[in-house]
Protein backbone atom coordinates (compact mmCIF):
# COMPACT_ATOMS: atom_id res chain seq x y z
CA UNK A 1 0.00 0.00 0.00
CA UNK A 2 1.35 3.90 -0.48
CA UNK A 3 1.51 5.94 2.31
CA UNK A 4 3.02 9.20 3.19
CA UNK A 5 3.93 10.06 6.57
CA UNK A 6 4.64 13.87 7.53
CA UNK A 7 5.88 13.26 11.35
CA UNK A 8 5.98 17.09 12.38
CA UNK A 9 2.46 17.85 13.00
CA UNK A 10 3.12 21.51 13.50
CA UNK A 11 6.92 23.42 13.34
CA UNK A 12 6.92 27.07 15.05
CA UNK A 13 10.33 29.61 13.85
CA UNK A 14 11.41 32.73 14.36
CA UNK A 15 11.82 34.90 11.18
CA UNK A 16 15.08 34.18 9.09
CA UNK A 17 15.26 30.51 10.79
CA UNK A 18 15.92 27.91 8.65
CA UNK A 19 13.55 25.43 8.38
CA UNK A 20 12.78 21.70 7.18
CA UNK A 21 10.02 19.80 6.56
CA UNK A 22 10.14 15.84 6.70
CA UNK A 23 8.78 13.61 4.06
CA UNK A 24 8.93 9.76 4.18
CA UNK A 25 6.68 7.74 1.53
CA UNK A 26 5.94 3.86 0.87
CA UNK A 27 5.49 2.65 -2.71
CA UNK A 28 5.96 -0.79 -4.24
CA UNK A 29 5.90 1.48 -7.59
CA UNK A 30 9.38 1.95 -9.49
CA UNK A 31 7.77 5.01 -11.26
CA UNK A 32 6.15 7.69 -8.84
CA UNK A 33 5.84 11.35 -8.41
CA UNK A 34 6.73 13.20 -5.03
CA UNK A 35 4.86 16.40 -4.88
CA UNK A 36 4.62 19.44 -2.32
CA UNK A 37 2.13 21.50 -2.31
CA UNK A 38 1.66 24.78 0.24
CA UNK A 39 -1.59 25.49 1.44
CA UNK A 40 -2.08 29.11 3.02
CA UNK A 41 -4.34 30.62 5.99
CA UNK A 42 -6.95 31.43 2.84
CA UNK A 43 -7.17 27.42 1.80
CA UNK A 44 -6.34 26.90 -1.37
CA UNK A 45 -3.27 24.30 -2.41
CA UNK A 46 -0.40 25.88 -4.12
CA UNK A 47 1.61 23.64 -6.27
CA UNK A 48 5.35 23.98 -5.30
CA UNK A 49 6.85 21.13 -6.77
CA UNK A 50 6.84 17.69 -8.55
CA UNK A 51 9.41 15.13 -8.57
CA UNK A 52 10.23 12.26 -10.90
CA UNK A 53 11.01 9.01 -8.90
CA UNK A 54 13.83 8.83 -11.57
CA UNK A 55 15.78 11.85 -10.88
CA UNK A 56 16.97 12.45 -7.70
CA UNK A 57 18.93 15.22 -8.24
CA UNK A 58 18.05 17.94 -5.26
CA UNK A 59 16.32 20.89 -6.22
CA UNK A 60 16.18 24.65 -5.31
CA UNK A 61 14.34 27.44 -6.22
CA UNK A 62 14.34 30.75 -4.33
CA UNK A 63 14.45 29.97 -0.72
CA UNK A 64 12.68 26.65 -1.19
CA UNK A 65 14.88 23.30 -1.61
CA UNK A 66 13.88 19.89 -1.61
CA UNK A 67 16.35 17.05 -1.33
CA UNK A 68 15.15 13.78 -2.06
CA UNK A 69 16.81 10.10 -1.68
CA UNK A 70 15.03 6.64 -2.65
CA UNK A 71 17.53 5.00 -0.21
CA UNK A 72 15.68 6.47 2.80
CA UNK A 73 12.22 7.31 1.13
CA UNK A 74 12.36 10.73 1.79
CA UNK A 75 11.26 13.52 -0.02
CA UNK A 76 12.10 16.72 2.43
CA UNK A 77 11.48 20.13 2.20
CA UNK A 78 13.45 23.00 3.50
CA UNK A 79 12.99 26.69 3.64
CA UNK A 80 15.81 28.75 4.47
CA UNK A 81 15.80 32.52 6.08
CA UNK A 82 11.79 32.00 6.82
CA UNK A 83 9.71 34.52 6.40
CA UNK A 84 5.70 35.39 7.54
CA UNK A 85 4.93 34.71 4.75
CA UNK A 86 5.88 31.21 4.67
CA UNK A 87 2.79 30.36 7.57
CA UNK A 88 0.65 27.58 6.22
CA UNK A 89 0.25 24.07 5.79
CA UNK A 90 2.13 21.75 3.61
CA UNK A 91 1.41 19.05 2.12
CA UNK A 92 3.87 16.26 0.99
CA UNK A 93 2.38 13.91 -1.29
CA UNK A 94 3.04 10.70 -3.82
CA UNK A 95 1.07 10.50 -7.27
CA UNK A 96 -0.02 7.02 -8.27
CA UNK A 97 1.37 6.64 -11.72
CA UNK A 98 -1.63 4.94 -13.13
CA UNK A 99 -4.19 6.79 -12.29
CA UNK A 100 -2.87 10.26 -11.19
CA UNK A 101 -4.69 9.84 -7.57
CA UNK A 102 -2.56 11.57 -5.02
CA UNK A 103 -1.74 9.93 -1.51
CA UNK A 104 -1.32 13.01 0.61
CA UNK A 105 0.47 13.20 4.12
CA UNK A 106 -1.84 14.55 7.29
CA UNK A 107 0.03 17.98 6.28
CA UNK A 108 2.86 20.21 8.52
CA UNK A 109 1.76 23.21 9.51
CA UNK A 110 4.29 25.75 9.75
CA UNK A 111 3.70 29.26 11.78
CA UNK A 112 6.79 32.03 11.60
CA UNK A 113 6.94 34.30 13.95
CA UNK A 114 8.26 38.15 13.55
CA UNK B 1 -11.01 32.79 -14.39
CA UNK B 2 -10.23 29.52 -12.42
CA UNK B 3 -9.20 26.42 -14.54
CA UNK B 4 -10.88 24.84 -11.84
CA UNK B 5 -14.71 25.85 -10.72
CA UNK B 6 -16.01 24.73 -7.28
CA UNK B 7 -19.48 25.84 -6.28
CA UNK B 8 -20.54 27.00 -3.95
CA UNK B 9 -17.57 28.08 -2.26
CA UNK B 10 -19.26 27.86 1.42
CA UNK B 11 -22.59 26.22 2.47
CA UNK B 12 -24.07 25.97 5.93
CA UNK B 13 -26.91 23.12 5.86
CA UNK B 14 -28.60 21.02 8.25
CA UNK B 15 -28.50 17.19 8.73
CA UNK B 16 -29.89 15.51 6.63
CA UNK B 17 -30.40 17.77 3.52
CA UNK B 18 -29.05 16.64 0.32
CA UNK B 19 -26.43 18.67 -1.05
CA UNK B 20 -24.64 19.05 -4.30
CA UNK B 21 -21.03 20.42 -4.76
CA UNK B 22 -19.88 20.99 -8.52
CA UNK B 23 -16.92 21.43 -10.08
CA UNK B 24 -15.88 22.22 -13.75
CA UNK B 25 -12.97 22.92 -15.97
CA UNK B 26 -12.01 24.79 -18.56
CA UNK B 27 -8.24 22.59 -19.06
CA UNK B 28 -9.80 20.22 -21.33
CA UNK B 29 -9.13 17.08 -18.89
CA UNK B 30 -10.04 13.52 -18.85
CA UNK B 31 -9.16 12.57 -15.11
CA UNK B 32 -11.49 14.22 -12.13
CA UNK B 33 -11.42 13.80 -8.62
CA UNK B 34 -13.22 14.97 -5.59
CA UNK B 35 -10.94 14.97 -2.53
CA UNK B 36 -12.12 15.88 1.31
CA UNK B 37 -9.79 17.84 3.94
CA UNK B 38 -9.84 17.51 7.33
CA UNK B 39 -8.09 18.91 10.12
CA UNK B 40 -5.03 16.37 11.42
CA UNK B 41 -6.03 14.01 8.36
CA UNK B 42 -4.70 15.61 5.04
CA UNK B 43 -6.90 15.03 1.80
CA UNK B 44 -8.38 12.08 1.20
CA UNK B 45 -10.11 10.74 -2.07
CA UNK B 46 -13.64 10.38 -1.96
CA UNK B 47 -13.75 9.81 -5.99
CA UNK B 48 -12.17 9.67 -9.18
CA UNK B 49 -13.21 9.71 -12.73
CA UNK B 50 -11.33 9.07 -15.93
CA UNK B 51 -14.41 10.19 -18.78
CA UNK B 52 -18.23 10.44 -18.88
CA UNK B 53 -18.65 7.01 -18.51
CA UNK B 54 -15.87 6.24 -16.00
CA UNK B 55 -16.49 6.65 -11.73
CA UNK B 56 -14.57 4.97 -9.08
CA UNK B 57 -14.66 4.80 -5.92
CA UNK B 58 -11.33 6.62 -3.55
CA UNK B 59 -11.19 5.57 0.54
CA UNK B 60 -13.74 7.09 1.62
CA UNK B 61 -16.94 6.99 -0.39
CA UNK B 62 -19.17 6.02 1.58
CA UNK B 63 -22.40 8.29 2.33
CA UNK B 64 -21.36 10.52 -0.91
CA UNK B 65 -22.18 9.98 -4.59
CA UNK B 66 -21.07 11.48 -8.04
CA UNK B 67 -22.01 12.17 -11.42
CA UNK B 68 -19.86 12.86 -14.49
CA UNK B 69 -22.37 14.80 -16.66
CA UNK B 70 -19.86 15.98 -19.23
CA UNK B 71 -16.29 15.82 -19.79
CA UNK B 72 -15.90 19.13 -17.72
CA UNK B 73 -18.21 18.63 -15.19
CA UNK B 74 -18.00 16.27 -12.08
CA UNK B 75 -20.46 17.12 -9.07
CA UNK B 76 -20.41 15.35 -5.82
CA UNK B 77 -23.57 14.58 -3.85
CA UNK B 78 -24.13 14.03 -0.18
CA UNK B 79 -27.74 12.34 -0.32
CA UNK B 80 -28.46 13.29 3.62
CA UNK B 81 -25.90 14.84 5.01
CA UNK B 82 -24.63 14.23 8.37
CA UNK B 83 -22.60 16.32 10.87
CA UNK B 84 -19.23 14.31 10.43
CA UNK B 85 -19.20 15.27 6.73
CA UNK B 86 -18.47 18.47 7.47
CA UNK B 87 -14.74 19.21 5.97
CA UNK B 88 -13.28 21.04 2.89
CA UNK B 89 -14.01 19.57 -0.08
CA UNK B 90 -11.39 20.29 -3.19
CA UNK B 91 -12.01 19.14 -6.62
CA UNK B 92 -9.24 18.34 -8.86
CA UNK B 93 -8.41 17.43 -12.58
CA UNK B 94 -5.21 16.09 -14.51
CA UNK B 95 -4.41 15.01 -17.71
CA UNK B 96 -5.80 13.28 -20.71
CA UNK B 97 -6.92 9.76 -21.32
CA UNK B 98 -4.73 8.00 -22.97
CA UNK B 99 -1.45 9.91 -22.50
CA UNK B 100 1.57 9.25 -20.20
CA UNK B 101 0.96 10.54 -16.33
CA UNK B 102 2.38 13.82 -15.49
CA UNK B 103 1.27 13.42 -12.01
CA UNK B 104 0.29 16.70 -11.42
CA UNK B 105 -2.89 17.67 -10.32
CA UNK B 106 -5.05 20.95 -10.79
CA UNK B 107 -6.70 22.06 -7.83
CA UNK B 108 -10.12 24.07 -7.41
CA UNK B 109 -10.04 26.50 -4.71
CA UNK B 110 -12.43 24.53 -2.52
CA UNK B 111 -15.99 24.04 -0.98
CA UNK B 112 -16.40 24.58 2.39
CA UNK B 113 -19.23 22.82 3.83
CA UNK B 114 -20.66 22.92 7.50
CA UNK B 115 -23.27 20.25 8.26
CA UNK B 116 -25.42 21.65 11.67
Known amino acids: AQKVTQAQTEISVVEKEDVTLDCVYE???????LFWYKQPPSGELVFLIR??????QNEISGRYSWNFQKSTSSFNFTITASQVVDSAVYFC???????????FGTGTRLQVFP | DADVTQTPRNRITKTGKRIMLECSQT?????MYWYRQDPGLGLRLIYY???????NKGEISDGYSVSRQAQAKFSLSLESAIPNQTALYFC???????????????FGEGSRLTVL
Open chain 2, 27 to 31: KGHDR
Open chain 1, 51 to 56: RNSFDE
Open chain 2, 49 to 55: SFDVKDI
Open chain 1, 27 to 33: TRDTTYY
Open chain 1, 93 to 103: ALSDYNTDKLI
Open chain 2, 92 to 106: ATSGLAGTLSTGELF
